[in-house]
């Protein structure tokens, strides 16, 4: 359809949109042009009507998906901050060559766990000959500080284990929201010993 024309109904002769009256046999052009804005209209009502029936319901599962995405992107960044900020954490405390540490965010524990060869054969020594002294008291102070940092800025609920790295099934220390829940100077017993300690009151 050209649009920069219109023509009169009364005579058929083609004028210029801009008209008022026909140039030709002078009848109002003005209906004219009502009738042709209405039918854009129309046309273009119809268009997009034909458009969201077509591509509405694929926008919302898009949008759907789109925001389920962003949210477990949004969840994942968030976990792996708190991560980080664990492992700070214990390597404020521990020198990061000599310990590795484990955690587990949903069942809200942290293991810190003696790695390098010389830490292990200290932590033995102290555990073995030392249980009671100074060093082993230095430990227990340092794990304490990570159990209160993560219940400060992490949340509740939180155990930290400073495990036997001899033997994954028991600690040396236990905190939980910065309250002691095993400690070494309590139950200085043979620790080459296979037998379990500490879990019969508190599950860690």
């Known amino acids: 359809m050209d649009s920069k024309y219109i023509y009169c109904?009364?005579?058929?002769?083609?004028?210029?949109?801009?008209?008022?009256?026909?140039?030709?046999?002078?009848?109002?052009?003005?209906?004219?042009?009502?009738?042709?804005?209405?039918?854009?209209?129309?046309?273009?009502?119809?268009?997009?009507?034909?458009?969201?029936?077509?591509?509405?319901?694929?926008?919302?599962?898009?949008?759907?998906?789109?925001?389920?995405?962003?949210?477990?992107?949004?969840?994942?960044?968030?976990?792996?901050h708190q991560r980080s900020e664990i492992r700070s954490y214990v390597y404020t405390e521990f020198k990061r060559s000599d310990y590795r540490v484990k955690i587990n965010q949903k069942q809200k524990s942290v293991k810190v766990i003696p790695d390098s060869t010389s830490e292990v054969y200290n932590i033995m020594e102290i555990a073995l000959s030392d249980a009671d002294g100074e060093e082993a008291d230095n430990y227990?102070?340092?794990?304490?500080?990570?159990?209160?940092?993560?219940?400060?800025?992490?949340?509740?609920?939180?155990?930290?284990?400073?495990l036997n790295p001899t033997n994954s099934k028991r600690s040396f220390w236990i905190y939980k929201d910065g309250k002691c829940k095993y400690r070494l100077q309590d139950h200085v017993i043979p620790y080459y010993s296979n037998e379990d300690y500490g879990d019969d009151d508190f599950d860690y």
């Open 9 to 80: 109904t009364k005579c058929g002769h083609k004028n210029l949109r801009e008209q008022k009256f026909c140039t030709h046999c002078g009848a109002s052009l003005v209906h004219v042009q009502s009738e042709h804005s209405n039918k854009n209209f129309q046309h273009q009502s119809i268009s997009k009507s034909a458009s969201l029936k077509r591509f509405g319901p694929l926008g919302v599962i898009l949008a759907v998906i789109a925001i389920i995405a962003l949210s477990t992107f949004g969840y994942r960044q968030y976990q792996k």
């Open 140 to 162: 227990e102070t340092s794990v304490k500080y990570i159990s209160r940092k993560i219940e400060e800025n992490i949340g509740n609920d939180w155990t930290v284990s400073y």
